[in-house]
Structures are given as structure tokens and as C-alpha cells.
């Protein structure tokens, strides 16, 4: 039986491209479930520090250093930025949010640290923000 397909050529941005047409088997495999777990069920990274005293030091150290605190207040109790003492989160209290609040930034004053701060230092803030309020918050209020 004579194929109905033929090459088709595009152009992509200056590029003349030749789609060549996929045998049935290439459009079965393509068209085939999606493999691996949906995307509701990736769960989100954990911090490598959580609940580490050290690194908890090291947290509170670093958000006086980098003047967290200045915006964010002393023992982070808020200021210009919002308290991060307290039960209220806009982004989500659990590491991974904290992380993507600091490392992103946020619309509404937050600067992003991503590119001016090494992963493990966004974690070790993280560990001392989740600190805050529990036994083993440093250097306490
Ligand atoms: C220039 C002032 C400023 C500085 C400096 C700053 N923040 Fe923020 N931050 C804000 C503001 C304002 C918000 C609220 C943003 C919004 O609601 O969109 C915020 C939001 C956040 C949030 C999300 C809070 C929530 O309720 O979900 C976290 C976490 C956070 N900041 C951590 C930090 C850390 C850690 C540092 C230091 C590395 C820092 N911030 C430095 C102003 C600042």
C-alpha cells in the first residue's frame, strides 16, 4: 500500500528542516502513555540540614550577615518584610517553599538569593527559619 505521507520541509527561525514521516510503530511509541510517576506524586526535596544544630547556628549567623534581618526584623519577628516567626505563611511553610521564597524571591519586596548564594547556605537558612519558636532555636529572643 502507497503511503499518503510526504516529506514535509519547515522553516524554524531561518532553518530549513525535513520532517520525515514516521512509520506507524514511530507514532505508536510516541503517542504511548507517558512513563514514570505523574507529576503530583514527586515528592519535594528535603533539607539536608533539618534540625542539624550546627547548621542552625550557621542559619541564624548568615540571616544577620546577609541583613535578612533588616527587613525581616531581628529574630525575624517582621519589619518592612513580613514575620517569619509567626503561623502565617503566603508561600508555604515547608522547606522546599522557604527554599523557593529565597532563592526566587517574591512579588511583593522579596529579593531572590539564588544567584548570589550557594544552595547549602539557602538550606541552612531554611533550618534556622523552621527552627524559630522550637527548642532548638539559637540564640533566642
Ligand atoms: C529588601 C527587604 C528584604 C530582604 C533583604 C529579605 N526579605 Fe524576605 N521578604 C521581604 C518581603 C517584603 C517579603 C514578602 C513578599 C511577598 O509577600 O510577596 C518577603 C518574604 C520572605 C519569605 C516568604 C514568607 C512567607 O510568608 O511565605 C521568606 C521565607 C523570606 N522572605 C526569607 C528571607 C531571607 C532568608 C532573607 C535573607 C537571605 C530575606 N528574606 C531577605 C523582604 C525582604
Redesign the pocket.
Known sequence: MASRCSRAWIRVSGLLLGLACPSRGAVAQQLGPIPGPGRDTVPEPKNPYAGDATAIREGRRL?NW???S???GDHAGGG???S?RDT?????ATAAR?YH??AEG??????S?GTKLPADQIWK?VAY?QSLRTPKEPDKP
Do not use: A, D, E, Q
Not at 88 to 92: D, F, N
Not at 106 to 111: I, L, N, Q
Open positions: 540571616f546577609y541583613n535578612c533588616g527587613c525581616h518592612m518584610g513580613p517569619l502565617t505563611w503566603v508561600y508555604g522557604i521564597s529565597i517574591r512579588t511583593k519586596g522579596m529579593p538569593w537558612l527559619i
